[in-house]
């Protein structure tokens, strides 16, 4: 099978001096394998020559398959006043164990305590104390 820089992809005897049937080309093509069988070699082009159409449709999905996850993951700021409020300490500061029990409490186990104060501190909500220790802030 032969691969025209076009992105046509055609059957060709080995060794054979090709055009491709698209833009008739000869200069930019490549061999992308090999058949022992022309039916192989037959299923193979026509897999490879997949509508535009049908690799953007798929793509498109994907895409928005892969946003719905993303947006799966994250939490509602709901959800993490009830975590926060759940695992807050007298002192009003939390620790990663504290954090963890309110996340099992909740049953959440979208991600790890230490991701969830990752996110809280990037997103200021809450501030650093000690390597054990977070004030809430809001
Ligand atoms: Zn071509």
Redesign the pocket.
Known sequence: MLR?????NFGSRANSNAN??????KT??TTIKSFSSSSELRDAVSKANVPDEIINELSSRLASYEKSERSNEGFTSDDINKILSLAKLPDDSITLSSLNESMIKLNIKKMSAERLIEILETSSMVLRNSNTSWSVLQ
């Open positions: 025209c820089q076009c992105g046509r491709c049937p698209r833009c008739n080309k930019s093509l």
